[in-house]
């Protein structure tokens, strides 16, 4: 019998902020089933929000791969394309709010396939992200359901 050795816990504060990140991503869809009149500004935060986010974990990346003295031009490169991802989405489709939804739930998805397959990340952080993308993912596909 083989003992697996436990993945460290995720920091309470990375996770307290995590999860309270998803507020954002799941109350529009449901604020709108509750209180219609707020369709339009639901879903301005919806994709606002998904765009900021996906920018951030761009960021977050392009701010790992600067740490080393001679940076990895092929990560500091790729970790620009969610950024332009989020604005090319809310610039290209702000009058189909499905597609936009869609489309932020794809680049989210691509990007935790980066993250949970990448080396050098806290053995805690694909947990996180795999939690986080879930999240927002299913508010994003929620809210092409609901609010487009």
């Given at each position: 019998?083989?003992?697996?050795?436990?993945?460290?816990?995720?920091?309470?504060s990375?996770?307290?902020?995590?999860?309270?990140?998803?507020?954002?991503?799941l109350?529009p869809?449901?604020?709108?089933?509750?209180?219609?009149?707020?369709?339009p500004?639901?879903?301005?935060?919806?994709?606002?929000?998904?765009g900021?986010?996906?920018?951030?974990?761009?960021?977050?990346r392009?701010?790992l791969?600067?740490?080393?003295?001679?940076?990895?031009?092929?990560?500091v490169?790729?970790?620009?394309?969610?950024?332009?991802?989020?604005?090319?989405?809310?610039?290209?489709?702000?009058?189909?709010?499905?597609?936009?939804?869609?489309?932020l739930?794809?680049?989210l998805?691509?990007?935790?396939?980066?993250d949970?397959?990448?080396?050098g990340?806290?053995?805690?952080?694909?947990?996180?992200r795999t939690?986080?993308?879930?999240?927002?993912?299913?508010?994003?596909?929620?809210?092409?359901a609901?609010?487009?």
């Open positions: 019998m083989s003992i697996k050795p436990q993945r460290p816990a995720i920091p309470a990375v996770l307290i902020y995590g999860v309270l990140g998803l507020v954002p991503f109350a869809p449901l604020l709108d089933a509750t209180i219609p009149a707020l369709k500004a639901s879903g301005l935060v919806l994709a606002v929000y998904g900021l986010i996906l920018s951030f974990l761009g960021g977050a392009w701010g791969a600067i740490r080393s003295s001679s940076p990895n031009a092929l990560t490169s790729i970790a620009m394309v969610p950024t332009l991802a989020a604005l090319a989405l809310l610039v290209a489709i702000p009058g189909h709010p499905a597609l936009l939804f869609l489309g739930a794809g680049a998805a691509v990007h935790w396939l980066w949970v397959g990448s080396d990340l806290p053995p805690w952080y694909p947990a996180l939690m986080l993308t879930g999240g927002a993912v299913a508010g994003l596909l929620l809210g092409a609901v609010l487009a």
